[in-house]
């Protein structure tokens, strides 16, 4: 059998790390398999298994769960003890990353490797590109660091920005000055402020312009300084949206630009800013560059599932180093390329569907409705002049 020890941090570390009625510490033990023993004499855990490999894991996991508790200050919620333990059972490095510090004595923290490496992206980088699916907290943490640079001084302002392009439906002309007009499309936006500032300091800041939430049409001829800006929806750009963008960062700025390259409204034919971001700017070294995966998904367990099954349907999409790679008749390499793969296929099945249409109707013209008689000599015509 064997066995290891880690070192106790305190008995109220050791208290969070075990959970209510040792309801984390009981998950832990079922799932490796292991025994563990508290040494309170000698400030220790003492970690028994039949496999040394998983007593190696729980080792490493419950130094982990007592560096959370010690630097956060806050319990560990089930959740993130169910996702560290299931990285930890899959062998791979325990996500962590220091949280971000909003209002209310709230802290977010990363909850998977993908968001760690994504959040210390977000701590170091001055433009940041982040792409995956949905439910993978692109926008989310980036609104927490922004919020966290507010609290601290780092920016003196923060300005949300998204394209207003509706998904696949027509709204119309919207009731209302420009701010009731572009509520809606901005929606998402507000959620992740509120959730981390309390009701009136937000409406505060939106007062007095220390969070400004406006649409990318409005973007161009302005520089932001001192500012911590976000692009949302970034996949509903166009080329020259996403440079006019770009252009408008100013001095001491951080710009992070967020989107789902398989979630695209553009309309056909339409070539993708946020696609061409991508590949155009990846060699310049300033400029960071991250991909997220459906192992990062966050929101309800369905919400992986349907990611998955929708990128069945759209060619077995894979997102890999900022690429979409598509498997359909051939492997495409870049972005670009499987974005204009497919536009290439769609324009040719409208092609086909316009010469269907046009055969339709040349078998139409020649052939006459049910019921008529054709007249075939002298004699029918003369029948039909009578």
Same mark, same amino acid.
């Given at each position: 059998?064997?066995?290891?020890?880690?070192?106790?941090?305190?008995?109220?570390?050791?208290?969070?790390?075990?959970?209510?009625?040792?309801?984390?510490?009981?998950?832990?033990?079922?799932?490796?398999?292991?025994?563990?023993?508290?040494?309170?004499?000698?400030?220790?855990?003492?970690?028994?298994?039949?496999?040394?490999?998983?007593?190696?894991?729980?080792?490493?996991?419950?130094?982990?769960?007592?560096?959370?508790?010690?630097?956060?200050?806050?319990?560990?919620?089930?959740?993130?003890?169910?996702?560290?333990?299931?990285?930890?059972?899959?062998?791979?490095?325990?996500?962590?990353?220091?949280?971000?510090?909003?209002?209310?004595?709230?802290?977010?923290?990363?909850?998977?490797?993908?968001?760690?490496?994504?959040?210390?992206?977000?701590?170091?980088?001055?433009?940041?590109?982040?792409?995956?699916?949905?439910?993978?907290?692109?926008?989310?943490?980036?609104?927490?660091?922004?919020?966290?640079?507010?609290?601290?001084?780092?920016?003196?302002?923060?300005?949300?920005?998204?394209?207003?392009?509706?998904?696949?439906?027509?709204?119309?002309?919207?009731?209302?000055?420009?701010?009731?007009?572009?509520?809606?499309?901005?929606?998402?936006?507000?959620?992740?402020?509120?959730?981390?500032?309390?009701?009136?300091?937000?409406?505060? !800041?939106? #007062?007095?312009?220390? %969070?400004?939430?406006?649409?990318? @049409?409005?973007? +161009?001829? $302005?520089?932001?300084?001192? =500012?911590?800006?976000?692009?949302?929806?970034?996949?509903?750009?166009?080329?020259?949206?996403?440079?006019?963008?770009?252009?408008?960062?100013?001095?001491?700025?951080?710009?992070?630009?967020?989107?789902?390259?398989?979630?695209?409204?553009?309309?056909?034919?339409?070539?993708?800013?946020?696609?061409?971001?991508?590949?155009?700017?990846?060699?310049?070294?300033?400029?960071?560059?991250?991909?997220?995966?459906?192992?990062?998904?966050?929101?309800?367990?369905?919400?992986?599932?349907?990611?998955?099954?929708?990128?069945?349907? !759209?060619? #077995?999409?894979?997102? %890999?180093?900022?690429?979409?790679? @598509?498997?359909? +008749?051939? $492997?495409?390499?870049?972005? =670009?390329?499987?974005?204009?793969?497919?536009?290439?296929?769609?324009?040719?099945?409208?092609?086909?569907?316009?010469?269907?249409?046009?055969?339709?109707?040349?078998?139409?013209?020649?052939?006459?409705?049910?019921?008529?008689?054709?007249?075939?000599?002298?004699?029918?015509?003369?029948?039909?002049?009578?």
């Amino acid at each position: 059998m064997e066995e290891l020890s880690t070192v106790v941090l305190n008995g109220r570390v050791l208290q969070t790390v075990f959970g209510a009625s040792d309801e984390h510490l009981r998950r832990i033990r079922k799932a490796l398999g292991v025994r563990v023993v508290v040494d309170a004499e000698k400030g220790k855990l003492i970690i028994r298994s039949d496999e040394p490999e998983n007593a190696r894991r729980a080792a490493r996991l419950l130094e982990q769960l007592q560096r959370w508790v010690d630097r956060d200050g806050s319990p560990l919620a089930p959740d993130d003890v169910q996702r560290a333990l299931d990285e930890v059972v899959r062998g791979e490095e325990i996500s962590d990353a220091a949280p971000f510090e909003v209002y209310g004595g709230r802290t977010i923290r990363a909850k998977t490797a993908g968001q760690a490496k994504y959040c210390r992206e977000l701590r170091t980088r001055e433009i940041l590109f982040c792409a995956g699916p949905a439910g993978t907290g692109k926008t989310y943490l980036a609104a927490a660091r922004a919020v966290e640079a507010l609290r601290a001084g780092e920016a003196r302002r923060i300005v949300l920005v998204r394209p207003a392009v509706e998904a696949g439906e027509n709204l119309g002309f919207l009731p209302g000055d420009l701010a009731e007009k572009i509520n809606p499309y901005l929606r998402p936006l507000f959620d992740s402020l509120a959730d981390m500032t309390q009701s009136d300091l937000l409406r505060q !800041f939106i #007062e007095d312009s220390r %969070v400004e939430i406006a649409p990318l @049409a409005y973007m +161009r001829g $302005r520089t932001l300084n001192d =500012a911590y800006i976000i692009l949302d929806e970034a996949q509903n750009t166009t080329v020259a949206q996403m440079k006019m963008f770009l252009t408008r960062m100013g001095i001491n700025s951080r710009v992070v630009v967020c989107g789902d390259a398989t979630q695209s409204d553009l309309s056909r034919g339409t070539r993708n800013g946020f696609v061409d971001a991508f590949v155009r700017l990846r060699d310049v070294s300033q400029i960071g560059f991250l991909t997220l995966g459906r192992g990062d998904v966050v929101r309800h367990p369905l919400v992986q599932r349907i990611v998955d099954a929708y990128e069945k349907d !759209f060619g #077995e999409n894979e997102y %890999v180093d900022g690429r979409v790679h @598509a498997r359909r +008749r051939e $492997r495409v390499e870049s972005v =670009a390329d499987a974005f204009a793969e497919r536009d290439v296929q769609r324009n040719r099945e409208d092609l086909d569907e316009a010469g269907r249409a046009d055969d339709s109707v040349a078998v139409q013209k020649t052939n006459p409705p049910a019921g008529y008689e054709t007249p075939m000599d002298g004699a029918s015509d003369e029948r039909r002049l009578d």
